[in-house]
């Protein structure tokens, strides 16, 4: 593996095989009363958020902490970015205080990379704008494995704000990677320009895709990157791009419901279909946590087995 994880491109099969096995066996852990292994010890992990973040926050603290890590958690709000510091001198900052990996969140597309050039450690994207979740797809493709198997062959179906969505890149670049066959679901509006040169299909079309496919990624519409009308109304969007119970009921028996989350209730997503037992929502927040943890176990490379003696 490389050493900062910043785009999905950068895994090939073989990486991101690796990871999703190691993850396979870091969930022993999270099964245990004490989730805790030394592998990490005297390690330092700096969490560093310019945007906001419920989930991959937490987790990546939890993965560290699990590991046995030191952890900073910086966030942009009450720093002294709010007096004009820029993100190579408040990484710096932090470097100074013996960080060997930054796992960086920001609005800006293209900031891990710019990070990767400034300091020693490992920088790994949490989320940079509108370009890429490589984290989350990791998961995701875990918890796709976990419910169905290998993903070879695997209909996905990514429904919603493709143009503002970091997660749908890099959900299609990690699944085409392992041999899924990804379509994208969305009104024109919601599409990238370059979306043509993605390794997947396109369709204006739920309910044609629907009965075909093995997986619904839902998405939520990113208003906050909005500055323009992008379709007519809410319930309009919500009657062609929403997942329902009449629309989960045409699905294939065995077929599941993801959403990264935040999710909307009622908009992209009905509540009944979020809380189904088709739902993996909850499910891909505690993998998050797992799959996390071999990503910085892997990165860090860990002096000890990844799975060794539980600490006293
Ligand atoms: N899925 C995801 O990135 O959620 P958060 O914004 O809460 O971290």
Not at 254 to 274: K, L, N, S, T, Y
Request: with cysteine.
């Amino acid at each position: 593996m490389r050493r900062h994880l910043i785009s999905a491109a950068d895994l090939t099969r073989e990486d991101a095989l690796l990871i999703l096995d190691t993850a396979d066996e870091l969930a022993r852990v999270s099964e245990r009363s004490i989730k805790k292994l030394p592998t990490l010890r005297g390690r330092t992990v700096v969490n560093l958020f310019f945007e906001d973040s419920t989930r991959t926050r937490i987790s990546f603290e939890a993965a560290a902490k699990r590991l046995s890590a030191d952890v900073i958690n910086f966030s942009a709000k009450g720093s002294s970015v709010s007096k004009g510091e820029s993100l190579k001198d408040t990484a710096l900052t932090l470097e100074a205080m013996g960080a060997d990996a930054v796992v960086i969140r920001h609005s800006a597309s293209g900031a891990p990379h710019r990070l990767s050039n400034w300091v020693r450690g490992s920088v790994v994207n949490a989320g940079d704008g509108t370009h890429e979740h490589p984290t989350q797809a990791l998961l995701d493709a875990f918890t796709m494995r976990r419910r169905l198997g290998s993903l070879e062959g695997r209909c996905v179906t990514i429904v919603g704000d493709i143009l503002h969505s970091r997660v749908a890149r890099s959900n299609v670049l990690l699944l085409s990677t392992l041999g899924a066959k990804v379509t994208l679901v969305a009104p024109p509006t919601l599409l990238p320009v370059a979306v043509d040169s993605w390794p997947c299909e396109v369709s204006y079309d739920f309910d044609e895709v629907l009965p075909k496919t093995d997986v619904v990624m839902m998405l939520r519409v990113q208003r906050e990157r909005m500055n323009a009308a992008y379709f007519p109304t809410e319930r309009e969007y919500s009657r062609r791009y929403g997942l329902d119970r009449e629309r989960l009921a045409r699905m294939p028996q065995d077929a599941i419901v993801m959403h990264p989350g935040p999710m909307i209730r009622g908009m992209e997503i009905a509540a009944e279909v979020a809380d189904s037992a088709r739902s993996t929502i909850v499910e891909q927040v505690a993998n998050g946590v797992t799959v996390r943890m071999a990503v910085l176990y892997l990165l860090l490379g860990g002096s000890e087995p990844a799975i060794g003696k539980e600490t006293e």
